[in-house]
């Protein structure tokens, strides 16, 4: 795994950087928000990047910090979401900002990006809401967490099989069971009524 590339920048293009280190080039795909913090052609930049291999090729994604990192990683993990799609979503804004708007559930902010309509956009902050947190509102690190409450759990799944977000929250209202099993089981019985 390739997780830090330091260099020089060789070629710098909207979609991707190209940095030469050890008499190596390495052509990095970066966020709009990552290119407007990378310094102009033959300054030293250092990156942190993430390598995803495929059978028919090896793509190299760079970023500016670990956080915006750790979010492309949410955000590939996210159904309809790839790569290119995920690097639009970061092009948005700063980390934090982005958190911001999973916190709000502000999922206009994310229908606004090319390839990401309504029901993707709902998905992301369903998926994401409550795996990402700051530690204050002005400043501090962003905080990945587990997720693993159950209600959470149970309405991801709910809306996995097709309820919007409103729906699974309504049909969870009355359930009081400890597992999302027993939850989810409970909402489709009800949703049958």
């Given amino acids: 795994m390739i997780a830090l590339v330091c260099g020089e920048v060789a070629v710098r293009r909207p979609d991707h950087v190209v940095v030469q280190a050890g008499g190596v080039g390495y052509r990095l795909a970066v966020s709009a928000e990552t290119l407007r913090q990378v310094p102009a052609v033959g300054r030293a930049v250092t990156l942190h990047s993430h390598l995803i291999v495929r059978d028919d090729a090896l793509a190299l994604f760079g970023f500016a910090g670990e956080e915006e990192r750790d979010l492309f990683l949410l955000l590939i993990g996210v159904q309809s979401v790839g790569p290119k799609v995920a690097l639009a979503v970061l092009g948005g804004g700063p980390p ?98």
Wanted: no cysteine.
């Fill in 96 to 193: 934090r900002e982005l958190v911001g708007a999973l916190a709000a559930g502000d999922s206009a902010r994310f229908q606004a990006v090319p390839g990401i309509g309504k029901r993707t956009a709902e998905r992301i902050i369903v998926e994401l809401r409550e795996k990402v947190a700051t530690t204050s509102e002005t400043d501090g690190p962003i905080v990945i967490t587990r997720g693993d409450d159950p209600r959470r759990l149970a309405r991801d799944g709910l809306v996995e099989l097709g309820y919007s977000i409103v729906e699974a929250d309504e049909l969870l209202r009355e359930a009081a069971h400890d597992t999302p099993e027993e939850l989810i089981a409970h909402a489709l019985r009800a949703a049958r009524r």
